[in-house]
């Protein structure tokens, strides 16, 4: 089923959750809702389930505008953070529960939700409760209460937020094979952007109820339109910080204090001669050498915190006042002092305009 949302907003008196949200939803595509707590992105998700009415705008389902259906005749499975078990019901009655309100046959119930159950991995625990369960195993029954009733279109709201890191890496992959196999348009509500960036074909990112970019994840990370999405997106974040763009004879440089950064002519172009940019670079993007302060070549340093990571270690660099965060290899000898010269690749420089806080890379 193909979703579309056309100028959506949702008003509380003077407060916006939701300000004019327009995208499309292939049929079939998984697409997340990203954003910080209370950017909008469970407002507009409560909107398309049709929870909250939208105060104007429209959403349509196919050809279908949806806007004044009632949510049980929307044909849509929900799983929630709290997954909203019925704790004095058995696996086999929660997960049964939609297709018992639509009156279904008791022989198709118990197919369907056996069926169901195994897809899950949990069809031997049909006759427990959800307090005999795990919180994988609840979410699990919450995940098949939503697929009994074969939904056109599966709406998750921080499905994962309660579960431990190692379960969730779990979830989020079975969660997303699930989706491949059958092929059910999805909505994905998180502020957990590891789980939107691995899991979404696209990913609408939000702040302060306005849609900031709608976009493939890798798009995001390596183009991002606005200095919000450029630190929001990427773990650990995109460092930002002032400099001028210059040009000296052939060369375009970005420069602050003790600080220079050779830009590609393509990068650079519409930022040279402006008084004030924002540059950003990724932590991956910086090379760090140690023990080179009698080198002439790179941004001269000192460490000032060294954070290990396992396969990397995050290294907070401090060039005068400003700090950069650096991954580095972690057979590196570094501790706290040590100088360093850092080394950018300047064909992954961000540029932004202060002002506006959009990119200066995109026409």
């Known amino acids: 089923m193909r979703v579309e949302l056309n100028e959506l907003t949702k008003r509380w008196g003077n407060v916006t959750g939701a300000d004019n949200i327009t995208l499309d939803i ?18 507009t998700l409560l909107m398309v389930a049709g929870i909250y009415k939208p105060t104007a705008g429209e959403i349509r389902f196919d050809d279908r505008v949806v806007n004044q259906v009632a949510p049980k005749d929307r044909n849509i499975g929900m799983v929630f953070q709290s997954y909203a078990l019925y704790p004095h019901m058995s696996v086999r009655q ?23 159950a195994d897809m899950m991995g949990i069809g031997h625990l049909l006759d427990r409760r959800p307090a005999q369960l795990s919180g994988g195993q609840q979410q699990r029954v919450a995940l098949g209460r939503a697929l009994v009733k074969e939904p056109s279109l599966l709406l998750f709201d921080e499905p994962l937020s309660n579960l431990d890191a190692r379960l969730r890496l779990t979830m ?31 990913i609408a990112v939000m702040q302060e ?6 976009a493939p994840p890798n798009e995001l990370y390596e183009r991002p339109r606005t200095i919000f999405i450029a630190g929001f997106v990427g773990n650990p974040p995109m460092n930002l910080f002032d400099v001028q763009v210059l040009r000296e004879g052939e060369r375009l440089l970005a420069r602050r204090q003790n600080l220079e950064i050779e830009l590609p002519p393509e990068r650079g172009g519409r930022a040279a001669g402006k008084e004030e940019i924002i540059a950003g670079v990724r932590p991956e993007d910086i090379s760090l050498i140690p023990g080179a302060a009698g080198s002439s070549e790179g941004a001269q340093g000192e460490v000032f915190v060294v954070e290990p990571l396992g396969r990397d270690n995050l290294v907070d660099v401090r060039i005068d006042d400003l700090h950069l965060f650096v991954l580095a290899d972690p057979r590196q000898p570094l501790k706290i002092g040590d100088p360093v010269r850092l080394h950018f690749d300047g064909d992954k420089v961000q540029l932004f305009d202060p002002e506006t806080e959009l990119s200066l890379l995109w026409t």
């Not at 929660?94 to 169901?116: C, D, F, H, T």
């Not at 109820?209 to 709608?214: E, I, R, S, T």
């Open 26 to 43: 292939r049929s079939g595509e998984f697409v997340a809702f990203l954003g910080p707590s209370g950017c909008g992105k469970t407002t």
């Open 94 to 116: 929660n997960i049964g529960y939609p297709l018992k309100l639509k009156k279904s046959p008791a022989s198709e119930m118990e197919q369907r939700v056996q069926r169901v």
């Open 172 to 202: 989020r992959s079975e969660i997303k094979r699930l989706q491949l196999d059958l092929g059910i348009t999805s909505i994905y509500v998180t502020h957990d952007q590891v789980e939107a960036m691995t899991m979404a074909d696209r």
């Open 209 to 214: 109820g306005k849609l900031q970019a709608y």
